[in-house]
């Protein structure tokens, strides 16, 4: 009995946001048989079908933007947006090493080069002094991740860009509805990309959405989400640089649920908030842990629920700590965070080719991506950064209490208490 006792098993709901609602949105496309109407050449079916037109609206309305481009996925938005900014083959864009790999990949597309510059402790977001240092004469742009569902630095990095005329493209993937001193995350920078995997807050299975408040910017997206190069003759382009196109449709079905689960956002943020500010209040007495960070005039929407171990106060290895939470049955508990500069594609800088393309082989300047570039990331992921994984669970009070208990009997086992 006692053995029984002594650990209970915690097993959270799955994250799911679906219900009737989404299954009658999807329904009502099938039964109308139109999947996809986008037609990849000019004409009035250039920009999609009748969900895709009405999902980029309603988009456009809840983020207070004026254009709203549907993706198949965030990493084709990234990859949309940093064509048609123009990069050229060489350029160099600065960007986080803490976000997912695409948000630097899409820089690679383009034959442009990614430049990784530390982050800040506070809320692991890019360092705007860190930018700065990592600034040359190729410098074109920045992808700026509001990463775990907190705003970067905002001001300062787009003060940065203006007086250095970089754009600014905004990775908002882990922070829809996020707010920024009144304004949404995503919206205020340059090009702001948005995920819709079914691992984010609201999801259509896979997509992704682009805003920006540039029409120019706006019709290169879509020129480049639809076959480009066959569309500009049609269309009277005469400026093709980076027109090259690809199929970054989104279809019908995931557009008419997007719909719906948009509507759902506001509700889902406030929920995904309680339960983590009602977690933030019950781990508070737990000395050597710091808890998330949420800077003046911002919102944390949680993607991720990430902590830093005080390992001097503590006296304990971080791993010993992870083990002794998930013996307590805690799922969704992980340590460290991968540094992207430190994977093997830009280790060998091997990605077109077997010959170092676009490296060497473009007018590029030799970039570095040894360990020792991004300091404070890199001490994080060694050392003292652990995070709960909250958008993996449809998680309740009682939950919440489960986790802070399995922390409270961790922390008394080690006599930390
Ligand atoms: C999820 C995610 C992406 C990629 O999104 P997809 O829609 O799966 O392509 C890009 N950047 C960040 C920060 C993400 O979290």
């Not at 050229?88 to 997912?100: A, H, L, Y």
């Not at 203006?162 to 205020?188: F, M």
């Not at 090259?244 to 019908?252: A, T």
Request: some cysteine; overall charge negative.
């Amino acid at each position: 009995m006692t053995l029984l006792s002594k650990t209970f098993s915690a097993s959270f709901a799955p994250y799911n946001t679906f219900g009737e609602e989404e299954v009658q949105a999807g329904l009502a496309v099938l039964k109308k048989g139109m999947l996809s109407q986008f037609i990849g050449a000019w004409h009035p079916s250039f920009y999609g079908g009748e969900q895709v037109l009405a999902f980029e609206e309603a988009w456009q309305t809840a983020f207070q933007v004026p254009y709203a481009i549907s993706m198949n996925s965030a990493t084709s938005g990234l990859i949309a947006a940093l064509g048609a900014i123009g990069l050229e083959p060489g350029e160099e864009v600065i960007v986080s090493p803490w976000t997912m790999s695409a948000s630097a990949t899409a820089i690679l597309v383009w034959n442009g080069i990614p430049v990784f510059a530390d982050i800040q402790e506070r809320t692991f977001n890019l360092d705007p002094q860190a930018i700065e240092k990592n600034l040359s004469s190729k410098t074109r742009a920045i992808v700026v991740p509001d990463i775990f569902g907190h705003a970067a630095d905002l001001k300062a990095i787009l003060s940065l860009a203006q007086k250095h005329q970089l754009v600014v493209i905004e990775d908002a993937s882990q922070a829809p509805g996020a707010l920024y001193y009144g304004q949404y995350v995503g919206t205020l920078a340059d090009i702001g990309v948005f995920s819709l995997n079914y691992h984010k807050h609201i999801h259509t299975g896979e997509g992704g959405m682009c805003v920006t408040r540039n029409p120019e910017y706006a019709e290169r997206m879509q020129l480049i989400r639809n076959h480009a190069e066959a569309v500009a003759p049609g269309k009277g382009i005469q400026d093709l640089h980076n027109l090259i196109g690809f199929n970054f449709r989104l279809g019908e079905i995931e557009a008419a649920i997007g719909k719906v689960q948009l509507q759902k956002l506001p509700h889902v943020l406030q929920e995904r908030i309680r339960l983590a500010d009602l977690l933030i209040s019950r781990l508070q007495a737990l000395p050597g842990l710091r808890l998330p960070i949420i800077e003046e005039k911002c919102t944390h929407v949680f993607y991720v629920f990430p902590l830093i171990l005080d390992l001097e106060r503590l006296s304990l290895p971080r791993k010993t700590i992870v083990e002794a939470l998930k013996q307590e049955r805690i799922p969704g508990i992980v340590e460290g965070y991968a540094n992207l500069h430190l994977l093997p594609m830009y280790q060998k800088k091997i990605a077109y080719g077997k010959n170092h393309f676009p490296w060497i082989g473009t007018q590029a300047r030799s970039v570095c991506y040894d360990k020792g570039i991004c300091p404070v990331a890199e001490k994080l992921h060694d050392e003292s950064y652990m995070s709960f994984l909250i958008s993996l669970f449809q998680l309740t009070e009682k939950d919440v209490d489960l986790i802070a208990k399995a922390f409270f009997t961790v922390w008394e086992r080690f006599h930390l208490l």
